[in-house]
Structure formats: C-alpha cells, structure tokens
C-alpha cells in the first residue's frame, strides 16, 4: 500500500482553464498543466505575461473553477466543491493579489477588512476578541495594530496595503498560501521587505506555498521548486539550484539569460532574445506552442506535442531536444 505521507499536498493535475469569447473562438489559457507542491515547500511558477500563471492561480482558488482537470489539496479534491463545503475549505487556502491596493476595500477600516474573512468563517467571538486578533495579526506583518486597525487604504503605502493584504490572507491561519505577482507591484526595497516577510510567515505558520511571479530572481530567492510555463503549458520544472545552472529547455534558458546580473564588475554576456512575439492564445501553435520561437525547433516540434519526461530525479522537461 502507498504511504499516505508521500502524497503531495497540493495537486494540480491536467489543468484546463478556458475564456469563451463567441461560440467558435476561446482563450486556451492553461492546457494541461501538472505540478505538485510537498507540504511545507514553495513552488514557485514563471514565465511571460500572458502565460497562465494568474490563470492557474484562480483555478487553484476556485475563482472560478477550471474548466477541466483536479485540484487537490491534502486528499481533498476541491474542483468539485461548491457553496458552503467549498467556502468551508478556502479556510485552508487563501490568496494574496497582485495589486495591493486594488485588491483592499477603499470603503472599509483595516478591521472591517480582517474581520471579514472570521465573519464569514463562523468565527464565535466578541467584538473585543476579534479586535484582539486582527491587532496581533496586524502586528505579525510589521504594522502596528493599535494605529493601523481604524484607517482605511488611502492612508497607507503600498507596501503598507500588501501587508494589510497578507494579514487578510492568513487571519483564518490557512494551510496553502497562493501568491499571484504579490511584490511585482512594490518598490525593490519594499519587495525585499516583503518577500523577507513571506519567509518568517512560513516557517511561523509551516505554510505551503504557491509562488507566481515573472521575476525569476525573486523565484530563485523563494522557491525551492521551478515551473516554467509558456503559453499555458507547462515547459520544464527542477528544483530552483538545477533549473538556474542546468536549463534544460531552451525557453528557461532565455529567460534565465535575461536576469541582469547585479554586480558592476560581472563580464557582460549577450543577451539572447526570443525572436517573434508571444503567439496567441486563443489560436495557439501546433504541437510545441514554443517551436515559432525556439531556434532548434523541427518539423517534429510542429507534429507532436512534446511529453513531459524526466531527464533526472525530480527534472522534467517537456521537449523533443532538449539542451541537456
């Protein structure tokens, strides 16, 4: 019999999320994506704008729901659940945005908006213990709560508001965190601040998590696994030491080769640039959705599309030649 504990936490299998736009034509915004997160770990997921990683992130919080394939979390499947058994089990993930200021009530105090998430959790408590939790809360992410639980939005930096946004995320003391561009919005410094935040958040609370960004520096720092998705597709996933010093595809190569190097006296290397544009989701390519910009693509790229396949123990890639 399979030992319970080597199950992922999080499954995410054969993900299809799609955007009808008349009766013949739709997004493909994710086809088929397959990962996994062990509990405890980050998985951080990566590519272009427009790739699906937003998309993918939804799909995990039921917002809306895929349009095909699992999501499973610790055994429970969760594509399937709706009404209240799926508002029971967001207990047990939660989500921070992209845009911390967007994303934050500008209407409501700081303690309408943390208290929100316990009101509609059932949380029995008294005005004066509620009051209690979202201060301490508040003080977890480096606010002060005393100050901070009267003022609304406006009256904070963006840093400020993602810290506000964090504290919303974690309130119910969830299990998964799914993070969706959460510093893309934020100063270099503040983003330091933050994802150093993030950090402490984990290891307090053991949290997993879902990491989405385009900057792969910062995934680097973050993640001890690597996605690369292109144009809804997964293209090669490694620990994040293996997939910065052996890419085995040639999309995380380039990415990887587009990271400025953050020391004045580093020798300079050429930069190697995808020629073309991001074809089009709602068409996309044939076979390997990468082929109309990959320089080793062949008629077989535009024929099959390519398996994911493993090349060493916890190294995947899905294409016909690879560079390892």
């Known amino acids: 019999m399979k030992d319970v504990m080597t199950e992922p936490f999080l499954s995410i299998e054969d993900l299809v999320v799609e955007y009808p736009l008349s009766r013949k034509a739709k997004v493909h915004a994710v086809s088929g994506l397959t990962v996994s997160v062990e ?49 029971q089990a967001r207990r047990r993930f939660q989500m921070i945005f992209q845009d911390p200021i967007a994303s934050l009530n500008p209407r409501q105090t700081v303690r309408e908006i943390l208290s929100a998430p316990l009101e509609i959790a059932g949380e029995q408590e008294s005005p004066e213990e509620r009051d209690a939790r979202v201060i301490a809360m508040l003080d977890k992410v480096g606010l002060n709560g005393e100050q901070a639980i009267s003022r609304r939005p406006h009256e904070f930096s963006g840093g400020q508001c993602q810290r506000i946004s964090i504290a919303r995320a974690l309130i119910l003391r969830p299990e998964l965190l799914v993070c969706d561009e959460a510093v893309s919005a934020l100063d270099v410094s503040v983003q330091a601040q933050t994802l150093n935040l993030l950090e402490d958040l984990k290891a307090e609370f053991g949290l997993t998590m879902l990491f989405i960004s385009h900057d792969l520096a910062v ?88 398996p994911v396949r493993e090349l060493a123990p916890g190294h995947s890639v899905a294409c016909h030649h690879p560079l390892i």
Request: positive net charge.
């Open 39 to 87: 509990q405890g770990k980050t998985l951080g997921l990566v590519g272009e704008s427009g790739c699906g990683k937003s998309s993918a992130a939804r799909a995990v919080m039921q917002l809306p729901p895929p349009t095909g394939g699992r999501v499973t979390l610790d055994g429970q499947e969760l594509t399937g659940l709706k009404g209240k058994a799926l508002q």
């Open 219 to 306: 995934v680097k720092h973050v993640s001890d696994t690597v996605a690369v998705m292109y144009l809804g597709m997964l293209c090669e996933m490694a620990d994040a030491t293996t997939i910065y010093r052996k890419p085995a595809h040639p999309y995380t190569r380039t990415l990887i080769n587009a990271v400025p190097e953050p020391d004045p006296d580093a020798p300079r290397k050429a930069l190697e640039l995808v020629p073309g544009e991001l074809p089009s989701p709602i068409n996309p390519p044939s076979g390997c959705r990468f082929r109309t910009r990959c320089p080793m693509a062949s008629d077989r790229c535009a024929a099959e599309i390519p």
